[in-house]
Structures are given as structure tokens and as C-alpha cells.
T-cell receptor, first 113, second 113 residues
Framework: KAGVTQTPRYLIKTRGQQVTLSCSPISGHRSVSWYQQTPGQGLQFLFEYFSETQRNKGNFPGRFSGRQFSNSRSEMNVSTLELGDSALYLC????????????FGSGTQLSVL | AQSVSQHNHHVILSEAASLELGCNYSYGGTVNLFWYVQYPGQHLQLLLKYFSGDPLVKGIKGFEAEFIKSKFSFNLRKPSVQWSDTAEYFCAVNPYNNNDMRFGAGTRLTVKP
């Protein structure tokens, strides 16, 4: 089985631009979660989708949004980029139940200049 | 939402030393608990997990963790560390009834040969 795939692997943007990141979960997984990883802050939870519905949301501003498609693939969008948005964005999937582990992708490294 | 605290940001040990990494969480209900590890240049991967039953759980590579409900703690231990344990370790908490998994800030472990 292929793992969680995130594209692109690296992105460089400038302040004010917007960006879309993509995540393809493991086949059969219906839950997709997004995290922002920065040194010293660990993994900050962005949101979780299940069957195209956002079920959980972290404490990020409205500039951060996401969606999930019927094939469970997910995208997250960040509008009006700020320098502080520079981070590794991780996507993780699991079949659906809460007692299952998350399978992580390699992440998208976003640099905002 | 639940929160997770990891007390140690960076731990430096010599090989064969014993390891204990602290993790405390705040959440009033039943939780599932996890420890993940991120080796340099690799994906986050599961070390061990606790759902119910024996509060002492064993994971891969000789790691174990003990859930102490009264202290809201889930500390990670290993009797004798190896150089290859050098990595970043993340504690995570997931309420029993949803898919909202929150992570601590992480502890960077450096093991000197």
C-alpha cells in the first residue's frame, strides 16, 4: 500500500500570496488531519476531515482552510501568507476510529519570504 | 480541547543511560494516549499507544510508557538508550469519542556514543 503522499514537497512564497497544499491518504483511510510543525512548538493541530466533513478544528485564523474530496484526498489553503506561516505542514490519515494510529506523510515545507 | 505538556525540550544522554520523558495532559474525559517518534529525516511513526487495560504499555525498540490516571501523565521510559534513539519524541492525546489528536511540543533526545 502506498503511504500518505503530500505535494509539493517544498514551496517558497512571498507575503500576501496564497498557497494550496495537497494530501492523498492511504487507500481506504477516511480521516485526514493536518498539522503545522515548527521548532519549539511541536505539532499544532489545524483541522480534521472525515467523509468530506470538517469534524475538528484547531486555533488557527480563518486564513487557514481545508477541504476533503469524495476520494478522501484533502487540500489545505492558506491565504494572505505571513512570515510566521513558514513551517512544515504535515498531513496524517487513519481509517476512521479514534483508537487508531495516525500515518504521517513527509510534509510540505513552506517558506514565506 | 485537550492540551499536552512535555516538560523537557532537549535531553542529552550517554549511551546505556536510562531515559524518562515526561508527558502530562489536560482533559476531563477518557482518552487514548500515544507516543510518536521522528528520526532525523524520517516520517513521524508510532512508538506505542494506550487505550485501556494494563497502564504499563510496551512499544517498539524497548520503549515503554506508564499511564497514571490520577496524575494525567503518560511518561515514556527506556532502561538503556542507544545512539540510534537520537530523535524527537512527541506525546499525543486523543479523546475517546472523536478524532481530534493533539500533540505536545516534543522532546529532542540526543544520545552521545
Amino acid at each position: 500500500k502506498a503511504g500518505v503522499t503530500q505535494t509539493p514537497r517544498y514551496l517558497i512564497k512571498t507575503r500576501g500570496q496564497q498557497v494550496t497544499l495537497s494530501c492523498s491518504p492511504i487507500s481506504g483511510h477516511r480521516s485526514v488531519s493536518w498539522y503545522q510543525q515548527t521548532p519549539g512548538q511541536g505539532l499544532q493541530f489545524l483541522f480534521e476531515y472525515f467523509s468530506e466533513t470538517q469534524r475538528n478544528k484547531g486555533n488557527f485564523p480563518g486564513r487557514f482552510s481545508g477541504r476533503q474530496f469524495s476520494n478522501s484526498r484533502s487540500e489545505m489553503n492558506v491565504s494572505t501568507l505571513e512570515l510566521g506561516d513558514s513551517a512544515l505542514y504535515l498531513c496524517a490519515s487513519r481509517p476512521g476510529a479514534t483508537n487508531e494510529k495516525l500515518f504521517f506523510g513527509s510534509g510540505t515545507q513552506l517558506s514565506v519570504l | 480541547a485537550q492540551s499536552v505538556s512535555q516538560h523537557n525540550h532537549h535531553v542529552i544522554l550517554s549511551e546505556a543511560a536510562s531515559l524518562e520523558l515526561g508527558c502530562n495532559y489536560s482533559y476531563g474525559g477518557t482518552v487514548n494516549l500515544f507516543w510518536y517518534v521522528q528520526y532525523p529525516g524520517q516520517h513521524l511513526q508510532l512508538l506505542l499507544k494506550y487505550f485501556s487495560g494494563d497502564p504499563l504499555v510496551k512499544g517498539i525498540k524497548g520503549f515503554e510508557a506508564e499511564f497514571i490516571k490520577s496524575k494525567f501523565s503518560f511518561n515514556l521510559r527506556k532502561p538503556s538508550v542507544q545512539w540510534s534513539d537520537t530523535a524527537e519524541y512527541f506525546c499525543a492525546v486523543n479523546p475517546y469519542n472523536n478524532n481530534d489528536m493533539r500533540f505536545g511540543a516534543g522532546t529532542r533526545l540526543t544520545v552521545k556514543p
